[in-house]
């Protein structure tokens, strides 16, 4: 990403996940924060996609510490549920899952991932995670700039990602018959009905290598290959793999990166939307951008917002000083802004 954007990842220091920040302390007070997960999930209520050079990645890595991990790539592996070329997909159940229990995310041990493993809460595929949890944060130094710059980051890395495997098949080639099931028909027809397979995997040894063509039989060797070529591509290749729709989304990535790393602030401010929670002490918690990351105000401060009605920054900070003797430094207006709670007049919303 170096190579993509010309400089360092922001750091995400506030999401603490060796020690998750959005898990209640044992014996810790729970009503203080918006939302709460389940420490025996974390946020890791997903089911990752391996792509192809990934599980390859995996399997090669045979370090001690990350046997257990790897050993749930290979459960993955063995069921053979959604497993083919492209890598070790979301199954067809768990999709229909996701996409339907509300209020899972986080809480529900039935929807753990995987590769989450339970001694403290460790994934176990971490040197070779997918977009999507390379890219999640519950929190951001940054609040809402931050989220924007990582989303933008996981739309362009999703697309390298589903580039880089797709490339890999054909480079390998299993044959036409499992390109076109990776590529179906304009006459296919498309169904949410689900078979026996979608449960339980191939049952057969005929089903078992219907996916994989020509390397049925191989599939290790297919994502030890896979990860062999994929290891020699600069992004530069992947940038031309991934074509027109890659390069744009690596501009709007950059763009918001140098939103991320700018300090610059609106020349004027006022107030945003948020939930407010009142607080014992007369400030209260303010949940604007993203539920998991309430800002606590104090009662200084929510008092000081009515300063900020559209006229030049500086002149409400002058107005807070002057009239409430509060003075609020650059810093804090920044944050504020951050994190919408204070937004720049009549401007469009961050693309
Ligand atoms: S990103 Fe997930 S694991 Fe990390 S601190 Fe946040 S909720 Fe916890
Ligand atoms: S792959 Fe790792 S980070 Fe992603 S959901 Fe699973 S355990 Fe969490």
Redesign the pocket.
Known sequence: MREALGGPMPLERR???AD????PASGGDASDDAVF?DPAT???TYMPTLWNFQVGALLADDSPEAAEGRRTVEARLAAGLAVGTLGCLPTPLYELAYRRIEGAF?RVPSMRCPHYLPDG?RCGVWRARESTCAT????HERGEVGKLFWERLHQLLRAAERAVAEWVVLELDPGDEVLASLHPGPGAVATSVLTPADFEGPRTPTERAQPWGRWAGRERDFFAEAHARVTRLRWRDVRRLGGVELQALERLARVAYERVRSSRLPARLTVGSFDFTPLPDGGALVTSYIA?DPLRLSPMVLAALRFFDGRPVARARAASEAEDGVSLDSALVRRLADFGILVAPETPPIA
């Open positions: 999401a603490t996940c998750c920040a959005m898990c997960f974390a946020c890791c986080g809460g999640w944060f519950c929190k998991t």
